[in-house]
Nanobody, 114 residues
Framework: QVQLAESGGGLVQAGGSLRLSCAAS??????MGWYRQAPSKQRELVAT???????DLADSVKGRFTISRDNARSPVYLQMNSLKFEDTAVYYC??????????WGQGTQVTVSS
């Protein structure tokens, strides 16, 4: 059974930092990353990373967020610095397996107080 398990969300003041982690099991993932969904908004890309090292980050988080992963069997991490109120959302771990199937975690809440 394929699972993506997130951890690391929480409440932080504006300007603070959080680190999200996502551990995958049941398959090998060529691409892993993070999406987020704020209330009354559509889910949007935050950052993705391929096993080849190619990263894609939303313009709104460039310079503040960093995505990392050691290898295809490692967890994926999202280091979030200089958090803003508008970063408040449910953050979902995403993975695309080597069989080109997409998977999602259950989500972790990130709340930034202004």
């Amino acid at each position: 059974q394929v699972q993506l398990a997130e951890s690391g969300g929480g409440l932080v003041q504006a300007g603070g930092s959080l680190r999200l982690s996502c551990a995958a099991s049941g398959s090998i993932f060529n691409v892993m990353g993070w999406y987020r969904q704020a209330p009354s908004k559509q889910r949007e890309l935050v950052a993705t990373l391929t096993t080849g090292g190619s990263a894609d980050l939303a313009d709104s988080v460039k310079g503040r967020f960093t995505i990392s992963r050691d290898n295809a069997r490692s967890p994926v991490y999202l280091q979030m610095n200089s958090l803003k109120f508008e970063d408040t959302a449910v953050y979902y771990c995403y993975g695309r397996s080597i069989f080109n199937n997409d998977y999602w975690g259950q989500g972790t809440q990130v709340t930034v107080s202004s």
